[in-house]
């Protein structure tokens, strides 16, 4: 993985990510605006602010889940609509904050995003994914007999299965308990380092925000107010 990084940081020179003038409206109401944003290779940025401020809309539209109605995304300068849907997300996967498992076992669930590209996720590669998000011997197991934060780890789990370039993560522990929340975020941030992605995380925990980002933005009503280091606006 970090062999991948190289080689991407080899080939490109620039922010990895960068959004222009990214505006998504509904109903005349502006949930994302005017937003100009540029996230660097390996940089790990909090999107913070008060419910209903933009977040997780603008986490949204960087890999298509929702379509922008002004604006653009750039993926290393190529603009995101050139690239077929499912490749982007395969390059920017998105964990949210309740886990979704589709019924079956935990190695069904992460063997199907390379499924549907036409690939075989090998058992051994199942058994290592599980084994780095600290579930190993999970492979067989229902995914309904699983804890919240067992099922947390399994969809980051199937998230990396797809090989990611950039995290984007939608409260991904706000759902659990404190001790799961606690365990689920070293992962993450263990995960982050060793394999050297990208990362966005939206928290309205800005303590959590300070221990996990070097950098936070501060949206509100759609809008980004205030970027910076955490130490500058993790109390805002």
Request: charged share 25%; with cysteine.
């Amino acid at each position: 993985m970090a062999g991948e990084a190289e080689s991407r940081e080899a080939t490109w020179e620039g922010p990895v990510l960068r959004t222009e003038h990214l505006t998504r409206v509904v109903d005349d109401r502006p949930l994302v605006e005017d937003v100009s944003i540029a996230v660097e290779l390996g940089e790990v940025v909090a999107m913070v602010g008060p419910s209903g401020g933009g977040k997780s809309s603008l986490l949204r539209l960087l890999n298509r889940l929702d379509e922008p109605t002004g604006g653009t995304v750039f993926l290393e300068g190529r603009d995101y609509r050139e690239i077929a849907p499912r490749e982007l997300r395969r390059r920017i996967g998105m964990l949210l904050q309740q886990p979704f498992l589709f019924p079956g076992t935990v190695a069904e669930n992460l063997a199907f995003g390379p499924a549907a590209r036409g690939e075989l996720l090998a058992t051994e590669t199942i058994a290592e994914l599980l084994e780095r998000v600290g579930l190993g011997g999970y492979a067989d197991r229902d995914v309904s007999r699983l804890s919240g934060g067992e099922a947390q780890r399994v969809s980051l789990a199937r998230t990396l299965a797809n090989g990611p370039e950039i995290l984007l993560l939608d409260e991904p522990t706000s759902a659990l308990d404190e001790a799961a929340q606690l365990g689920v975020e070293r992962l993450i941030c263990n995960i982050i380092r060793q394999q050297q992605l990208t990362c966005l995380i939206v928290t309205h925990d800005p303590e959590q925000a300070e221990r996990m980002a070097q950098r936070a933005i501060l949206m509100e009503n759609g809008r980004v107010v205030e970027s910076g280091p955490m130490s500058e606006i993790k109390n805002a």
